[in-house]
């Protein structure tokens, strides 16, 4: 179920003295089982861009489909879930388990199966069982998160859509939720992330998307996005490129740490042969 966006407009406010335009003829498809990444500087429209992708805004001129039904039908909930920069924004359950039952059970499902699609999901994001009963708001915002994430993954979606997931949390709870991320990827959900910053998560990215003003400036693979010099690259390839500088022989299109050990480790093998 790809989400297609053909020549999307939007205006808040339209045909007032306020109005705003926060996106220009936007066309983009996102298929089912990629990680994307959407940047951008802030007020660029990135968060208006995702809201369309499940039918929260409408289109003023153009369309917004997921697998061919308009973003906006009631099945489409289900099949794109959002999770909000302040996950205090979409928690309201009275408690852990009321609040990630909330979806399914508004689609009708009942008994067993909302227990397990429940469990499953506040499992996958590591939130245990004494937590169930527990009211959301007394939860630290790490947690808070990621029961936001498990109420939108008991809906058993195709495409997980987050808003600066990474704002605001410790270095541990950032590399759990990027475990999280990394795990719900390899069962084949697409996973869609917009962020000021986007170098940390390069790595795990297939297609990098960046905004300027309302549009979109690039849209390709994150070795190209890092070439193109619309942002910083990671420190890791600044550090590969700094060692080329300096006469070192390493590649510098790397972006994960452990690509630079092993290139690393390629050309001190390769001096120790040469030097026999
Ligand atoms: N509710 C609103 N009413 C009026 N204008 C808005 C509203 N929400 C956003 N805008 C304007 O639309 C443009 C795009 O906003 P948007 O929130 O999509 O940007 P963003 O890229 O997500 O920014 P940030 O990185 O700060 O979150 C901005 O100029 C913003 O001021
Ligand atoms: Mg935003």
Request: net charge neutral; charged share 30%; with cysteine.
């Given at each position: 179920?790809?989400?297609?966006?053909?020549?999307?407009?939007?205006?808040?406010?339209?045909?007032?003295?306020?109005?705003?335009r926060a996106l220009q003829n936007i066309s983009v498809s996102i298929n089912r089982g990629e990680f994307v990444l959407i940047?951008?500087?802030?007020?660029?429209?990135?968060?208006?861009?995702?809201?369309?992708?499940?039918?929260?805004?409408?289109?003023?001129?153009?369309?917004?489909?997921?697998?061919?039904?308009?973003?906006?039908?009631?099945?489409v909930k289900a099949k794109v879930g959002i999770v909000f920069q302040f996950p205090q924004d979409q928690l309201f359950g009275r408690t852990v388990y009321e609040d990630v039952a909330f979806g399914p059970s508004n689609f009708g499902i009942r008994g067993e199966e909302l227990e397990e699609r429940v469990?499953?999901?506040?499992?996958l994001v590591g939130i245990r069982e004494e937590l169930y009963n527990v009211p959301p708001f007394s939860l630290s915002g790490g947690e808070m998160r990621l029961v936001a994430i498990a109420g939108v993954l008991s809906m058993r979606p195709d495409h997980l859509v987050m808003d600066e997931p990474l704002a605001g949390l410790d270095p541990g709870n950032k590399h759990s939720l990027l475990r999280i991320l990394k795990e719900l990827h390899s069962q084949g959900i697409s996973v869609i992330i917009v962020s000021h910053r986007i170098s940390d998560l390069l790595p795990l990215a297939d297609k990098v998307i960046w905004m300027e003003d309302g549009r979109i400036s690039f849209e390709g693979r994150p070795q190209d996005f890092i070439d193109s010099g619309h942002s910083l690259p990671p420190a890791i390839?600044?550090?590969?490129?700094?060692?080329?500088?300096?006469?070192?022989?390493?590649?510098?299109?790397?972006?994960?740490?452990?690509?630079?050990?092993?290139?690393?480790?390629?050309?001190?093998?390769?001096?120790?042969?040469?030097?026999?």
């Open positions: 179920m790809p989400i297609d966006v053909k020549e999307l407009s939007y205006s808040y406010n339209p045909g007032t003295a306020l109005e705003k940047g951008g500087d802030t007020g660029s429209g990135k968060s208006t861009l995702i809201r369309h992708f499940n039918g929260l805004l409408r289109p003023i001129c153009g369309h917004v489909t997921v697998g061919g039904m308009q973003a906006h039908e009631k099945h469990a499953e999901a506040l499992e390839t600044s550090l590969m490129k700094d060692l080329r500088q300096r006469g070192i022989d390493v590649r510098d299109d790397i972006f994960t740490i452990e690509d630079a050990f092993n290139e690393i480790c390629r050309v001190k093998r390769e001096k120790m042969v040469h030097r026999q």
